[in-house]
């Protein structure tokens, strides 16, 4: 799987967008992009996942350059509820049975 | 809403003894992950199990470390012989599939975990 760098952490104001990067600049062309939260010590909670197109589901939209060597996960309007870590991770498309976690970016938002 | 459920939520137990950490998985997934988390540190993974096997496991799940599905809901972890740096939380997750598409999302849902702490 390709390694994926997020800054360490990053903060946000209560109701503006949350914009999180992530660089996969040796991502190959049969790997997904996931995006994973952890709030507190909770098991992780998937967000949304891609390959080359935009994403959007109920939780956040998922940006993919088009060159696919990075993205950024964008929360709209995040609230205190979505402070957490935020992991990304590039698992292989047929595989991803040894999803591995990085440090991820602990995201603080504050009223 | 269906969940993965741990047990149990905490256990303190002796170096040296053994520990089975307990899991119910989503009853219609068929992918089965353990992953650990040391104070402080990321979430690391440890083993998957598919149609009554280990399909991946890291170079943390060593001969100490046993995973088994002994009936059809059960998913359990296994340390036979505990050490002070077991000490971690640990969660279970499954998943309907293994990925494959937009569609298909491969997600993995996770327990609360089980905090073991080893004195």
């Known amino acids: 799987d390709a390694k994926t760098t997020q800054p360490p952490s990053m903060d946000c104001a209560e109701g503006r967008a949350a914009n999180l990067p992530c660089n996969h600049s040796?991502?190959?062309?049969?790997?997904?992009v996931y995006w994973y939260r952890q709030i507190h010590s909770q098991g992780p909670q998937y967000i949304i996942h891609g390959l080359k197109n935009n994403e959007t589901n109920e939780m956040a939209s998922l940006i993919i350059t088009e060159d696919r060597k990075s993205s950024t996960l964008i929360l709209p309007h995040a609230t205190l509820r979505d402070t957490a870590v935020y992991y990304c991770i590039a698992s292989f498309q047929y595989n991803n049975n040894d999803m591995r976690f990085g440090a991820g970016t602990r995201l603080t938002v504050k009223p | 809403e269906p969940e993965v459920t741990q047990t149990p939520s905490h256990q303190v137990t002796q170096m040296g003894q053994e520990v089975i950490l307990r899991c119910v998985p989503i009853s219609n997934h068929l992918y089965f992950y353990w992953y650990r988390q040391i104070l402080g540190q990321k979430v690391e993974f440890l083993v998957s199990f598919y149609n009554n096997e280990i399909s991946e496991k890291s170079e943390i799940f060593d001969d100490q470390f046993s995973v088994e599905r002994p009936d059809g809901s059960n998913f359990t972890l296994k340390i036979r012989s505990t050490k002070l740096e077991d000490s971690a939380m640990y969660f279970c997750?499954?998943?309907?599939?293994?990925?494959?598409?937009?569609?298909?999302?491969?997600?993995?849902?996770f327990g609360e975990g089980s905090r073991l702490t080893v004195l």
């Open positions: 040796t991502i190959s062309g049969n790997e997904y």
């Open positions: 997750a499954s998943s309907e599939s293994s990925g494959g598409s937009i569609r298909d999302t491969g997600e993995l849902f």
